[in-house]
């Protein structure tokens, strides 16, 4: 197991067979792309859940950065992918800013920044940042 708390992403190997990985996307999102989410929201009866929005922004918080989106995202769907429109991982759902007035407010960490953290290398996957 990798993790890191500074991105707050872990890397957990598990004994699951799956046929074909999620292909992965390392260049930057871009703003008004419409994205999707996969996850498990609050509860697992509902599992694989998927919602849409588009990318509001990417936001900088000190030295990490993160990607904004309007895509609903609840309690559960933490570490879930976020995805173009071709099904390749952007990044992570890591957390949503709630309070009065606030709504489609997601923070996802960019996989690029998240393999990164973990000291992970993908092969075949180049970033053109």
Do not use: W
Not at 60 to 69: H, L
Not at 97 to 117: H, N, Q, R, T, Y
């Amino acid at each position: 197991m990798r993790k890191t708390e500074s991105r707050d992403v872990a890397l957990v190997q598990v004994a699951l067979r799956v046929p074909n990985a999620l292909p992965i996307r390392t260049e930057p999102s871009r703003k008004l792309e419409r994205v999707y989410v996969v996850g498990t929201p609050i509860d697992e009866r509902l599992r694989s859940t998927v919602t849409t929005g588009i990318v509001s922004g990417i936001r900088e918080d000190g030295k990490n950065s993160f990607i904004q989106a309007d895509a609903p995202i609840s309690p559960g769907n933490s570490g879930g992918p976020l995805l173009d429109e071709f099904g390749n991982v952007l990044g992570l759902s890591v957390s949503k800013i709630i309070g009065p007035g606030s709504e489609g407010l997601g923070l996802f960490v960019p996989i690029k920044d998240a393999l990164e953290a973990l000291n992970v290398k993908i092969a075949g996957v180049s970033s053109q940042s």
